[in-house]
């Protein structure tokens, strides 16, 4: 035997470590983790692009002006009191 075939033996003599028989389900709850992280920001990045799809499309389109219409006003109502 080879000096390496006797190092190999010795390897597979030991004992494995206590703490490998809980990787498997911490890699799988890293991996769930990070597919949800990643699903958040997937969602965030949509809805950053909406929301200045929306405000790009507003600022095109053009707007009519607005008009008040005082339509069932109070007498009591604030700007009635101010004289407005």
């Known amino acids: 035997m080879t000096d390496l075939d006797q190092m190999l033996d ?5 004992p494995t470590d206590a703490r490998l028989a809980g990787m498997d389900d911490a890699v799988l709850t890293g991996m769930a983790d990070r597919r949800e992280r990643m699903t958040a920001r997937r969602s965030l990045m949509l809805a950053g692009i909406v929301a200045i799809g929306i405000g790009w499309t507003g600022s095109i389109l053009p707007a009519a002006p607005a008009q008040a219409m005082p339509i069932g006003m109070s007498d009591y109502a604030p700007s009635r009191l101010l004289g407005q």
Not at 10 to 14: E, H, K
């Open 10 to 14: 010795a390897v597979r003599a030991t």
